[in-house]
């Protein structure tokens, strides 16, 4: 039995390809599961015609993400983060904040695209992949810039803070009118 496979089944074929199997194999599993088609001129004519739209559409699909990938190169990222004394950095720089960075510039990317391979930890040029289609991958230019932390000597915090001077409330005042 020829048949026409509709999606790619292993150890069989790809999804366009024409094959030979058995019948009952062809009648029992693959027609019924809607995985192959009988390969006649008609379902071949038919079949063809829907592979060309496809292309088609995914052709287009490519050229918007390839002008969308075009966009991302052009822009730098800048990230400051706070370091402590030995330049360790507190946390590292997530997909989230680079894909807040990019909103800001006018790039809007889900940040399940953007691909950190490993924890950005230190200050430094990064290129970090943004996998936008299955052919299509763009690569964000990130700057991650280290700001010191400002810690404040213990003198200065431990003092209290100004008090203002002490009113006596409303309530006293009326208690000692009512004894009187």
């Known amino acids: 039995m020829k048949l026409l496979l509709k999606e790619d089944v292993d150890g069989l074929g790809f999804c366009g390809d024409e094959v030979e199997v058995k019948d009952g194999y062809g009648r029992n599993f693959l027609i ?9 001129p008609n379902n071949l ?3 063809n015609h829907q592979k060309l739209v496809v292309q088609s559409k ?3 699909v490519i050229a918007t993400v390839q002008a969308i ?7 730098t ?7 402590g004394d030995t330049g360790k950095m507190f946390g590292s720089v997530t997909a989230q904040e680079i894909s807040d960075l990019l909103k800001g510039q006018g790039v809007d990317i889900d940040r399940r695209k953007i691909q950190i391979a490993e924890p950005i930890k230190k200050a430094g040029e990064y290129k970090v ?10 690569q ?6 280290a700001e010191q932390e400002v810690v404040a000597p213990a003198e200065e915090s431990a003092a209290p803070a100004e008090e203002p001077a002490e009113e006596p409330a409303p309530e006293v005042e009326q208690e000692e009118e009512a004894k009187e």
Request: with cysteine; charged share 30%.
């Open 45 to 47: 004519k038919a079949f």
């Open 129 to 138: 992949p943004v996998k936008l289609h299955s052919e299509v991958t763009a």
């Open 69 to 75: 990938a075009d966009e991302i190169a052009k822009v």
């Open 77 to 83: 990222c800048t990230v400051k983060k706070k370091v």
């Open 32 to 40: 019924p599961r809607g995985k192959a088609l009988l390969a006649t």
């Open 140 to 145: 964000i230019n990130l700057v991650v810039e």
């Open 58 to 60: 995914v052709k287009k």
